[in-house]
């Protein structure tokens, strides 16, 4: 991506927040270990859809495919993109173990270079779980992915809120990565009148996740918008 930098400093701090968008990056990361994720689908994920019929989805940034292989599973017709080829090699391997491979199409995708997640196709649904970019880089990245969802389709958007710093829940990777539902509405201008889109969640709802040490209670980010032109 092309910006304008204002310093040195700020250069390479912002170089250093995208090094951890590389499939260099990820790569290592899934191949260091079996499985990153828990395999499940994401809580948010699983509420959101449920009152809307299935039909085709696209999962941006899919890890190894927990909420893919559950969409799929769910009936809908599934396209799953990451950077990482690691990841997306496990998330065929458990498609096949699942039984819905014939439901689900793998691509690459980069955000910090591909303008769209996956090309000139749209979607009924294109949901992205915990994909936290640079806030020079977000606008660009977020409307690209909301370029993918069609007529009448909805856009999903479930992240880390930045409340999970303040308590110490979450380790601050970087100034600005975790975002709040207005973030994601201001991006796609869903905050102005007559925009595009409807909002039909934004909301930063509270769950308790099981770690080593305990439970610990963690705040989300989820965004609901459905295009409406
Ligand atoms: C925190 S994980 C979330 C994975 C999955 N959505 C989930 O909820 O389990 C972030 C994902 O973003 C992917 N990612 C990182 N940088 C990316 C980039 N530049 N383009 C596309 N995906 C990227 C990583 O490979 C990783 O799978």
Known sequence: MHRHHRDHAHDDSLEALREALTAGFWDERYAGSDRVWSGRPNQR???????????????VACGEG???????????????????????????????DEGVADRLRLGFYDALDDPRPAGRHTFDLVTVSFLHVPVEDFDEIYRGIGAAVGPGGRLLVTAHHPHDVATGARHDHGPGLLFEPD???AALGADRP????????ADTPERVQQT??????VRDTVVRLRRTA
């Open 183 to 185: 973030r994601v509405l």
């Open 66 to 96: 927990g909420d893919a292989i559950w969409l799929a599973k769910q009936g809908w017709k599934v396209t799953a993109v990451d950077v990482s080829q690691v990841a997306l090699a496990r998330v065929a391997d458990h498609a096949e």
């Open 194 to 201: 007559g925009s595009a889109w409807e909002v039909e969640v």
């Open 45 to 59: 994920l699983t509420e959101q859809v449920a009152d809307l019929s299935p039909g085709t989805a696209l999962d």
């Open 212 to 217: 080593a040490d305990g439970p610990l209670e």
